[in-house]
């Protein structure tokens, strides 16, 4: 078992945390930070929609709250997708992994291969703290 086949395991059976009474679609993500530490998440929805959070913001804001300010790999697992097409993370999501700097993204269903990306690949032109004049140089910076 790989390094990106055990993350991607990790984040299908963080799925079965998820709190999604109202779509119904579990969403689990884990990931590993630059010092090596692993984290996961699951998607955490509301009944005001748009403040629900998808696993992988979950999973990120957890690392950087635990003190995590780069993260390597994030691997998501939408296990009740019916395709691959449809698991990719959304464009929020994106941008927060982006801000800590994400290399490489995992993107699974429950079961069968899983996809891997170069974030840049699914974020081209992402928003940097390094646009922000004079604000505190962002980890995720190029
Ligand atoms: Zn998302």
Do not use: K, W
């Not at 009740?80 to 994400?102: H, K, L, T, W």
């Amino acid at each position: 078992m790989t390094d990106h086949d055990s993350l991607v395991d990790r984040a299908r059976r963080a799925a079965r945390n998820s709190y999604s009474p109202y779509s119904g679609f579990r969403v689990g993500a884990a990931l590993v930070t630059g010092d090596g530490s692993v984290f996961s998440g699951a998607n955490v929805e509301n009944a005001a929609y748009p403040v629900s959070n998808c696993a992988e913001a979950t999973a990120v804001n957890t690392a950087a709250a635990a003190g995590a300010r780069r993260v390597r790999t994030v691997a998501v697992a939408c296990v009740d997708a019916d395709s691959i097409a449809n698991a990719y993370p959304c464009g929020r999501c994106r941008q927060v992994m982006n801000e800590f700097g994400v290399e490489t993204v995992l993107v699974a269903i429950a079961d069968g291969p899983y996809r891997v990306h170069d974030l840049s690949e699914l974020l081209p032109y992402g928003f940097s703290g390094d646009f922000l004049r004079g604000g505190e140089e962002a980890p995720g910076g190029s």
